[in-house]
């Protein structure tokens, strides 16, 4: 797992690889078993974004930002209303874009010209205390588009999609700005072969290691007389060196439409880092009605993205579809298979040279979990789509995590019409061996030995979380709103952070954190025993030392943990950027768990 944040920060030796290995094993088995080490209310809004382990939020025109992953007892607020002179009597609204990097990206639309927005981009690392945020970008934009923003620290890529119901232009344009070289200007392109929309259904959009990716799962190639295939197809866009290249297409084969139909408003498309250190993998659920079945099944596909000049892909041929041979058979085809290519298409006529339709494939263990192996009956029960808020896949720990809307009333907390629960569904690897203690003579294809690549998996079961039976004061946390009507989330290899809010955007809400990871240690919280339903206040639990704790990358704002010496009060600082303490501190809601 070289590319996981504990590995990282063993490489730099601020802990053992020891204490690294343990923490991710810690990690990966509370994640899969929905067994959380902590859950509390990190702050109220009216909007969140939580990546790299910072939580961004915004209430009041005031955007808050705390590193969650070291458990910060401090925050930065940045007053936008102050830091773009509006005057508070003018109607403006603002949306958060996006974080990377110590980066934010904000949309600001004014009620008297709201035809036009103005995206602006902060630089929010600050090396001291009396550091402020740097506004790195200022460009005005079009509103009313379907839109979105991705960047690291050094480029920033806008794009918005053409295509409406009255137009043929179903094209996605992009602009890509550059943060630290403004006298540059921008770039832009376009993106043709891409008519699809659905963001995080169908498409979506990341930059990893200097490169712009795209996917998509809506390329088909219909050969005369052959079961249609489906392609992921995509490109990426290198953000430095050659500002003249163009971006790079491929396609890699999905599946065949025989297959069955599927359900597209289950479809969770996505890419996600293999902390293993193979890149970025495709992860896509799809809810199939598989074979012909009546009854639908839901599988969690991966697919690892291997691009570059690293594998002999991606040559620069202006009108020609390139395949190459899979050494391996990684992308789900046996290791003999002589049809497994990866195809890189570089151009609109490559559709026509496709060879006929290739039979199917394989797919490895690896890269195909069902939510309920083989073909038994589901022991627990079963969530509608409208009840079914969040869905993600956890590829470094396989585990699909959902946040489900229970109407089962706990047993300890009656008055509760509906409840908000984690619904975790896991599998592990399994021994090669058999009962009699031989390897096993599992057979792949027409009577050939499986990939020696491949692996046998023990399914974990789905688990609820938290029990019926759990006391009442952890359903009082989660359910901070009881009268939500819509729900927000974001996850990632270690927490899930949700907001559930009412139809008003004006209103705010309790951001809950819920955490899988035993480093992250955010002190004062009571201890509360699930099983007994007991509690114990912070004083009598023992707290590791925050000097032992695994601190993630981009660490707190420069404050040393457990002290706020120094710290701007609120009405103290003049300037439209200050640090406070952490709103989670005075909120002091949540437990660890026991």
Not at 404 to 417: G, I, R
């Amino acid at each position: 797992m070289p590319q996981s944040k504990e590995t990282r920060r063993a490489d730099e030796r601020r802990i053992s690889y020891r204490e690294a290995l343990t923490n991710a094993f810690r990690r990966r088995r509370a994640y899969a078993a929905a067994r959380p080490y902590s859950a509390l209310i990190l702050g109220r809004g009216s909007d969140f974004l939580y990546r790299q382990g910072v939580l961004t939020y915004l209430r009041n025109d005031v955007v808050h930002i705390v590193n969650v992953h070291t458990a910060s007892d401090t925050e930065l607020f940045i007053d936008l209303r102050s830091a773009l002179k509006i005057n508070a009597q003018s109607e403006h609204t603002f949306k958060l874009l996006h974080f990377q990097d110590n980066t934010l990206a904000v949309f600001h639309i004014a009620r008297s010209s709201s035809a036009k927005g103005h995206l602006i981009v902060f630089n929010t690392h600050l090396k001291t205390m009396s550091d402020r945020p740097r506004v790195l970008l200022y460009s005005p934009l079009p509103t009313g588009q379907k839109q979105f923003v991705r960047h690291n620290s050094k480029t920033l890529i806008y794009g918005h999609y053409t295509g409406t119901e009255d137009s043929e232009d179903d094209t996605w344009r992009f602009r890509a700005f550059s943060l630290v070289r403004a006298s540059k200007g921008e770039k832009q392109f376009s993106l043709e072969r891409f008519s699809t929309a659905d963001i995080g259904s169908n498409i979506s959009f990341e930059i990893y290691d200097d490169y712009f990716y795209v996917v998509t799962s809506q390329v088909t190639v219909d050969a005369e007389g052959q079961d249609p295939t489906s392609y992921y197809g995509g490109c990426r866009y290198a953000l430095s060196g050659d500002e003249s290249q163009d971006p790079e297409y491929w396609r890699i084969w999905r599946r065949q439409q025989r297959e069955g139909p599927i359900h597209d408003l289950w479809t969770v498309l996505d890419l996600q880092e293999d902390e293993n250190g193979h890149g970025l993998v495709i992860s896509e659920s799809r809810r199939e009605w598989q074979d012909g079945f009546s009854k639908q099944k839901r599988t969690f596909y991966t697919e690892p993205l291997v691009l570059g000049s690293e594998t002999g892909f991606g040559l620069h041929f202006k009108d020609f579809m390139i395949s190459r041979k899979s050494a391996t058979g990684s992308y789900g085809a046996s290791a003999n298979d002589e049809d497994h290519t990866v195809e890189y298409m570089l151009s609109e006529a490559s559709k026509h040279t496709l060879p006929a339709s290739p039979r199917p494939r394989r797919r490895l263990a690896r890269h195909c979990q069902p939510e309920y192996p083989g073909a038994s009956a589901p022991d627990d029960r079963e969530f509608s789509l409208a009840n079914t808020k969040y869905r993600v896949y956890n590829y470094s720990s396989s585990t699909f995590l959902d946040i489900v809307v229970d109407s089962e009333q706990p047993s300890q907390y009656p008055t509760f019409q509906k409840h908000i629960r984690l619904r975790v569904g896991s599998r592990r690897l399994a021994s090669p061996l058999n009962e009699d203690g031989f390897l096993s003579n599992t057979v792949g294809e027409e009577g050939s030995p499986p990939p020696e690549e491949d692996e046998r998996y023990r399914d974990m079961g789905v688990q609820l979380w938290p029990p019926l039976d759990a006391p009442p004061e952890l359903f009082g946390l989660l359910n901070n709103d009881p009268g939500f009507s819509k729900l927000k989330a974001a996850s990632d290899e270690r927490s899930v952070v949700y907001m559930a809010t009412s139809s008003d955007p004006k209103l705010v809400a309790s951001i809950i954190f819920i955490n899988f990871d035993p480093a992250i240690q955010h002190k004062g919280l009571k201890r509360l025993n699930i099983k007994e339903g007991s509690t114990k206040s912070p004083e009598d639990s023992h707290m590791q030392s925050p000097g032992t704790a695994f601190c993630p990358e981009n660490g707190n704002t420069g404050q040393p943990s457990g002290t706020t010496e120094g710290v701007n009060r609120p009405g103290n600082a003049q300037s439209w950027a200050r640090i406070e303490r952490a709103a989670w501190l005075d909120i002091a809601s949540g437990f660890r768990f026991t």
